[in-house]
Every structure is written in C-alpha cells, then in structure tokens.
C-alpha cells in the first residue's frame, strides 16, 4: 500500500475535529492527517467515525475515535479530556459541528430549532475552546479554527437561525483571539460558500444550479472539500503563525458578486452541497 503522507506541515500535532465524520469534517480530519497530525474524529454517529479512520489509517496517518453528541458543557469538556488523554496533549481544536439546516421561514421557526443551532454552533464552541485552552496553552503552537459560512454575514428568511449562528460564531472568533493571545493561541475561522460533497450528489450535477453558479462565482465552480481542508490546515500550521482573529473566506469570489446571495436561496444543502 503507499503512503502518501508526503508533506507534513502538522507532523506530531496533535488534533480534534467535531463533526468529523462527514462533509466538510471528514475532508478536514483526512488533510490534518495527510500534513502529519493526530487526528481525533469526534462524531456522534459511530459508523461515520469508523468509515473517516478507515481512510486516514489507509493514507498512513494516525487517528482516534471519539464518539460523542456537543450538545451539553458536560460532553463538551469530556470530548478534551479524551482526546488529551487519547493524543497525549492537544495542538489544534477545529469547531465544525452544526445541525442540518431547517427550511422555515420567519415567523416559523421554533424554539427546539432555534436552541440547536446557537447550541451547537456557538456554546459548544465556546465552551470547547475554554476547556481545551490549557492544553493549547501548554503546546506552544496552540490553534483554534472555527468554520463558518458566508451566511453569517448574510439576510436570509429561510434557515435565519443558521445565518444568526454562524455570525455569532465570527464574533466569537474575534474574540477568543483577543483573550487567548496573550497565552499564544491563535484563533481563526473558516468560511465557506458552494462545496460540493465529495460523495453523494454535487450541487454541479444539476445543469440549472451548474449555470447559476458559473454566473455568479467568479471562478465558475462550487469548492471541492479538500480546498476547505486545505484553508484549515494552513490555519492550524506554523506558516499562519502571525495570523489571528481573521475570518478567512474561501467561496470562489462568490461574496463581492452581485446576485451571489439571492442565487443561493434557491439551492437544497441538505441534498447536494454545503454552505
């Protein structure tokens, strides 16, 4: 079998990342490992978790299993001691945990909707990074990347609580920058626009969502998974080493164009594409 652990600008780190089990995740818990890193891949849906390791152990990489819901203070701060004790210490936390998009519009919405997504995608967050910044503190190299999406700095009247909760999560971005600095922890985010899933339905096997998008994304495509993993990596990495509280935006060009964001309302996520 070859290895094709080549290049390893996250050799020995050591590495958490929610939501690891599929999407985006998945593509983020295979690229840290193929840069070198430990990956712990926690998920709360086991049979993803084993599928996501299966390919790491294949690539050559190394990876722990961590199966767990983010949903209470108590699982989160579980969820670091694990891994620590699991890794041996902890470099990077990587926050990509979210709940699948509801479709309601405003006035709709429920309160059960509502607390899912500020849970999953601002309180765990939060409550992960201050459980887990000792142990970055004590790495010397400590990083936190949060992915977000070109939503939260979006109006939207479908899926609003999503757009609500990843601009929350951009501010809480900013601001764990600012407490953690000084303890030489950086803390960055990552936002998405289009990806196409790597598996599955691609948002560019529908001809009319492939024209949109040409018209409306400057380079003409969705993003693959891995160039999001790519954009993690860097942040996670020694060659980030000056970059902090930024909000890094991978979509294709798609946020400065016009029309980019009443083209998107009309697209499923939760078939083809994420977002």
């Known amino acids: 079998m070859t290895n094709e652990i080549k290049t390893q600008s996250l050799q020995g780190m050591r590495a958490i990342v929610t939501g690891g089990g599929r999407g985006i995740g998945e593509g983020i818990c295979l690229e840290l490992a193929l840069e070198g ?45 694990t891994a620590v004790d699991k890794l041996g210490g902890l470099d990077i936390l990587v926050n990509n945990a979210a709940p699948s998009r509801d479709k309601s519009k405003a006035g709709n919405i429920t309160d059960a909707d509502w607390d899912i997504h500020q849970n999953i995608v601002l309180n765990a967050p939060a409550i992960l990074a201050d459980a887990a ?3 970055l503190k004590m790495s010397g190299q400590g990083a936190i990347v949060n992915i977000s999406s070109v939503l939260g700095e979006q109006i939207g009247s479908i899926s609003w609580p999503y757009h609500v909760s990843k601009a929350g999560l951009n501010h809480l971005t900013r601001w764990l ?76 060009g798609g946020n400065i164009c016009e029309g980019f964001s009443n083209t998107i309302k009309g697209f499923d996520f939760s078939k083809n594409n994420s977002l």
């Not at 978790?49 to 390919?55: A, G, H, L, S, W």
């Not at 990495?237 to 890094?248: C, H, N, P």
């Open 177 to 252: 920058a600012v407490r953690f600095g000084s303890e030489g922890i950086r803390v960055n985010a990552v936002s998405p626009g289009l990806v196409d899933r790597d598996e599955g339905p691609k948002l560019s096997d529908n001809l009319a969502h492939k024209a949109l998008v040409k018209e409306v994304i400057p380079l003409g495509r969705p993003a693959k998974t891995k160039e999001i993993a790519q954009a993690v990596a860097f942040l996670c990495s020694k060659k980030s080493s000056y970059i902090t509280g930024q909000i890094l935006v991978v979509d294709g």
């Open 133 to 135: 910044s000792k142990h």
């Open 37 to 81: 890193a430990i990956v712990a891949v926690v998920d709360h849906n086991e049979n993803s978790i084993d599928k996501v390791i299966k390919k790491i152990l294949k690539l050559g990489g190394s990876a722990v299993k961590i199966c767990s819901d983010i949903g209470t203070k108590e699982a989160c701060q579980q969820i670091i001691n």
